[in-house]
C-alpha cells in the first residue's frame, strides 16, 4: 500500500495544532480525482486555519492546504485521465476536505483545472491562491473598464502574496502600478516586480474629508480596514476597488459619497467560489499576457517540515511573496 507524508492539522482538547504523519490514499476524504501532489503553496489563510489563529476549518483532523498542483493518479471522471497536469484551488479544499499539503490530495472533478500552456506546476503554484486572487481581480477590474493607460493603478499590500503577484501581473499587462507597503526595506523588491512608484502605508490617512483628490484609475486591495476608506474617497470616477482581504481590519469607515458622486465600483473578490467559466478565464490570462515575467524571485521552495515557521511568518507581516511547498511526491 502506497503511504505518503501529510501536514495533518488536529483539534487537541481546543488547542489547533499541525504535525506531520503517515497516510494512505484509502485514509483520504472521497473524490473522483486523485492527484500525486507535486506542490503546494502558503497563504495567509492556510496560516490562520493551521495556527487556530482563525476558526476556518470545519473538521478535524484534516490535511492542510488550500491549493495543490499535481498529475492524475486515478480518475473516475472521463474529463481527466492518469498523467494529466491539474490545479485545485478554493472550493472546499484544505477547510472541509483532505488539502495539498500532502503526497496525494483526492477531489470532486468539478473543481479540477487542467494546467493551462504557459505554467508549469511550480509556476500555477507560485501563483496558487493568492495569485489566482490577484488575477482574478485584475480580471473584474477591466471587466469593470479598466485598462492600460487609463492612469494609475494602486496595489495595496503589496509585499503579500496577492499583492506581489498584481503588481508584477499589471506591470506585465502594461499597466503603471503604484505598490503600497509599510515596509520600507522592500521598495527595491517590488521595483524589481514593476512597481514604478512605491508609496507608504502611512499615506492611507484619515483626513476627515469624504472625498480626496481623485488619483487611481484601479486598485487592487487584499488589506480592507481604513486603507479600504481611505481608497474609497481617492478613486477616479468611475473607476474600481478589488477587496480580497482583511489584513488591515474588516471594520470599514466611509461615506457613499464616493459612489454616488463619482461612481466608484467596491468588486468584492471570492476566489472561493468562483463560477468555473470565470475559473478558467483567470488561469488562461495567468498563463498568459498576465503572468510576472520572473515568477521566480516571488517564490521561496519549502519542505512539509518548514510550514510551521511560513505560517508564523505570514501572521506576524514578515513574509515575502510566496512559499512553494513540496508536498512530498514530485
Not at 48 to 70: C, E, H, M, Y
Not at 154 to 179: D, M, N, Q
Amino acid at each position: 500500500m502506497t503511504t505518503f507524508e501529510a501536514f495533518r492539522i488536529f483539534d487537541d482538547n481546543g488547542a489547533i495544532q499541525g504535525r506531520l504523519v503517515r497516510q494512505s490514499i484509502d485514509e483520504l476524504s472521497a473524490g473522483d480525482v486523485t492527484i500525486k501532489a507535486a506542490y503546494s503553496s502558503v497563504n495567509y489563510k492556510d496560516a490562520l486555519a493551521a495556527t487556530g489563529a482563525g476558526k476556518i476549518l470545519r473538521r478535524f483532523p484534516l490535511n492542510g492546504g488550500i491549493d495543490v498542483a499535481g498529475a492524475v493518479a486515478a480518475s473516475t471522471d472521463i474529463r481527466f485521465r492518469e498523467g494529466d497536469e491539474v490545479i485545485v484551488t478554493g472550493y472546499d479544499l484544505g477547510v472541509g476536505q483532505d488539502g495539498g499539503f500532502a503526497g496525494y490530495v483526492r477531489v470532486p472533478a468539478g473543481w479540477v483545472v487542467q494546467l493551462p500552456h504557459g505554467l508549469t506546476l511550480f509556476d500555477a503554484m507560485t501563483l496558487g491562491t493568492a495569485g489566482f486572487t490577484a488575477g482574478l481581480s485584475i480580471v473584474r477590474l477591466e471587466h469593470n473598464g479598466l485598462a492600460p493607460g487609463a492612469g494609475p493603478v494602486i496595489v495595496t499590500g503589496a509585499t503579500g502574496g496577492v499583492g506581489s503577484i498584481a503588481v508584477a501581473a499589471l506591470s506585465a499587462r502594461g499597466y503603471s502600478v503604484t505598490a503600497m507597503t509599510g515596509k520600507e526595506s522592500e521598495h527595491d523588491y517590488l521595483r524589481s516586480l514593476g512597481a514604478s512608484a512605491v508609496l507608504p502605508r502611512s499615506a492611507a490617512q484619515e483626513t476627515g474629508r469624504p472625498l480626496d483628490k481623485a488619483t487611481w484609475a484601479g486598485a487592487v486591495d487584499p488589506a480592507g480596514g481604513g486603507i479600504l476608506a481611505w481608497l474609497t474617497r481617492t478613486m477616479q470616477p468611475g473607476a474600481g476597488i478589488a477587496c480580497s482581504g482583511l489584513t488591515a481590519g474588516v471594520d470599514v469607515r466611509t461615506t457613499v459619497l464616493p459612489f454616488i458622486l463619482r461612481g466608484v465600483n467596491l468588486l468584492g473578490i471570492d476566489s472561493v467560489a468562483c463560477p468555473m467559466p470565470l475559473r478558467l478565464e483567470v488561469w488562461r490570462r495567468l498563463a498568459g499576457d498576465l503572468k510576472p515575467a520572473a515568477l521566480t524571485g516571488i517564490a521561496t521552495e519549502i519542505g512539509l517540515a518548514e510550514l510551521p515557521g511560513a505560517f508564523q511568518r505570514l501572521l506576524k507581516g514578515e513574509a515575502r511573496g510566496r512559499f512553494v511547498v513540496r508536498a512530498g511526491a514530485a
